[in-house]
């Protein structure tokens, strides 16, 4: 059963705490990505990796960290320095290096910060 | 940035009826992609058309791109209930590394 799975669908967590965010694919896709998702909005690319051990910073990646030690996981911790962290959070991944080609999209983690 | 901009940010039909949605965007594209969100979900991959199109079918959507405009169009036709949700287009940047979504039509269908 391939696909792109997040955990958890929920996370709660206090204002200046780190928090991980998984991501896992098993659709042996190069390239991943994270984006941010506001109420009613769009989404906002955080951090895209196109190989292992390398990743780039998307339109919004302060307050972020990601690594890539593995072709199959992708990681995303929101640390205590992005302001405003509560928000819907997607992982993507596609096939190859090019974004000509379609996106696959975990089921995504809400995470609320209070 | 967002590339795209939807239109309309929101739009109720009734089942049977086409819905119409409109995607603007600002700088060349090698192409431009339709997804599709159900709420609280991830979102599904509808259909790509590339620069070098016009206009491209899949079941009961039909997409057109006008590069001269700098605009493209979602059609549904013979809308149902299941197929309401939000709606993005996404463009690609010049480079090919990344893909800028737009802010979305979110489509209700009355049964």
């Known amino acids: 059963d391939g696909g792109i799975t997040q955990s958890p669908k929920y996370l709660f967590r206090k204002e200046g705490q780190n928090v991980t965010l998984s991501c896992e694919q098993n659709?042996?896709?190069?390239?991943m990505y994270w984006y941010r998702q506001d109420p009613g909005q769009g989404l906002r690319l955080i951090y895209y990796?196109?190989?292992?051990?390398?990743?780039q910073k998307g339109d919004i990646a302060e307050g972020y960290s990601v690594s890539r030690e593995k072709k199959e996981s992708f990681p995303l911790t929101v640390t205590s320095a992005q302001k405003n962290p509560t928000a819907f959070y997607l992982c993507?991944?596609?096939?190859?290096?090019?974004?000509?080609?379609?996106?696959?999209f975990g089921p995504g983690t809400r995470l609320t910060v209070t | 940035s967002q590339q795209g901009e939807e239109d309309p940010q929101a739009l109720s039909i009734q089942e049977g009826e086409n819905a119409t949605m409109n995607c603007s965007y600002k700088?060349?594209?090698?192409?431009l992609q339709w997804y599709r969100q159900n709420s609280g979900r991830g979102l599904v991959h509808l259909i790509l058309?590339?620069?070098?199109?016009r206009e491209k079918h899949s079941g009961r959507l039909r997409v057109t791109l006008d590069t001269s405009k700098k605009s493209s169009s979602l059609l549904i036709t013979a809308s149902r209930a299941a197929d309401t949700a939000s709606y993005f287009c996404?463009?690609?940047?010049?480079?090919?590394?990344?893909?800028?979504f737009g802010g979305g039509t979110r489509l209700m269908v009355k049964p």
């Open positions: 058309i590339r620069s070098n199109e």
């Open positions: 990796s196109q190989i292992v051990n390398d990743f």
């Open positions: 700088t060349s594209i090698n192409n």
């Open positions: 993507a991944s596609s096939p190859r290096d090019r974004s000509s080609y379609e996106q696959y």
């Open positions: 996404a463009t690609d940047d010049n480079a090919g590394n990344m893909l800028t």
């Open positions: 659709l042996n896709h190069d390239a």
